[in-house]
């Protein structure tokens, strides 16, 4: 009797078969990918970003890979996953507006051309450069050209970041790999900088120049009280300069009075730049 109810099993699919819904799938995506170069073609008619420089939208981006890595499940690894989008992003952005990729190699080249590829493909240039300043300079006389600098540049580098104050300098705008995890592809930690965004600018965390008649515990553990992270500091003629990421909530005023409290006797606090908060899979992460 117990026969009776048993269901036959769904006979195992052939080789041909599934090679047939992976030709498929394949066929699907290049289609979608085309036609995503069509609405590009109407966006630029629409917003003629084809010559601006500007159209960069590291807020849209950084909410991009979010999703991606909220629902990402399976066999597939992330790395990979990522990587296909970064490249998809980046590609159909140099279509918009052609730019290229400016890189500090004075760390090493074979980490920044990494990130650099990683994160933007191999159809955007790549062009190497001595020091981070030599890469503020090339993007500040670029029309919408990005650098990318590691953050721990090291003594030799000097204050970098003070060739950032000015109006009209180029901005930090995005501190990546944006997705932490252990083993990224493309792990080593870096700033990227464009020509001011007028309104892309995502302000999660703001970086500002401090300058300190002098530094000691108190100061560190006050900006640490507040959620700031000292990213890097150099002699300065008239101290210490640092470069400090902040809450994006956080007043400056509060800072200031924080490490005037602490000793520190902080110059103004000026802003070079912002970014997302960067993605962590166990959740949120500086």
Known sequence: MAGRFMTAKSPAPDLSTLRAEIDRLDEAMHRLLMERGRIIDRLIATKGTSESGQAFRPGREAAMMRMLAARHAGLLPLDTVEGIWRVIIAT?????????????????????RDSARFHFGFTVPYVAHATASDVIEAVASSRGDLGIFRLDQGASAGAWWRSLI????????????FIERPDHPAGTPVFVISQPLAEAAVRDEILYAITFERWNRAAAKALDRLGCEVIASAADPIGLSGLVAAPGALMPEKISAALAAAGAHPGPLVEVGSHASRFSLGGESR
């Open 166 to 177: 000015s109006a009209g300098r180029p901005r930090i705008i995005a501190r990546l790999p």
């Open 92 to 112: 159909f952005t140099y279509v918009q507006a052609p730019f290229s990729v400016h890189a500090d190699i004075s760390g090493g080249d074979a980490p920044m």
